[in-house]
Nanobody, 120 residues
Framework: QVQLVESGGGLVQQGGSLRLSCAAS????????MGWYRQAPGKQRELVAD???????NYADSVKGRFTISRDNAKNTVYLQMNSLKPEDTAVYYC??????????????WGQGTLVTVSS
């Protein structure tokens, strides 16, 4: 089975930076889209950013100019560089991937989540 493992979350003061990493492992043909979602207490999960295999990116308006998503296709890893963090960024961040299996089924997988807490 394919799984996503996130790392890099933690506690940071407002204005600080964190880098999240998400590595996909297991048997797969290729990963099409990888993205980061977040969910704050009492709120709905929302897309933060995503990136295609070719490098096209998409960002939520709330993080544009502050966050940068990137990926290393050879390592099946996606990153989220978060700068100028705000208390409003506090949430559990989840990695997501849409991928093709070795038999070319198109599937989705989620990571377990990593907590980011930004203090004021």
């Amino acid at each position: 089975q394919v799984q996503l493992v996130e790392s890099g979350g933690g506690l940071v003061q407002q204005g600080g930076s964190l880098r999240l990493s998400c590595a996909a492992s297991g048997s797969m043909f290729s990963i099409n889209v990888m993205g980061w979602y977040r969910q704050a207490p009492g709120k709905q999960r929302e897309l933060v950013a995503d990136i295609t295999r070719g490098g096209s990116t998409n960002y939520a308006d709330s993080v544009k100019g502050r966050f940068t998503i990137s990926r290393d296709n050879a390592k099946n890893t996606v990153y989220l560089q978060m700068n100028s963090l705000k208390p409003e960024d506090t949430a559990v961040y989840y990695c997501n991937a849409h991928y093709y299996t070795t038999t070319l089924q198109y599937l989705e997988v989620w990571g377990q989540g990593t907590l980011v807490t930004v203090s004021s």
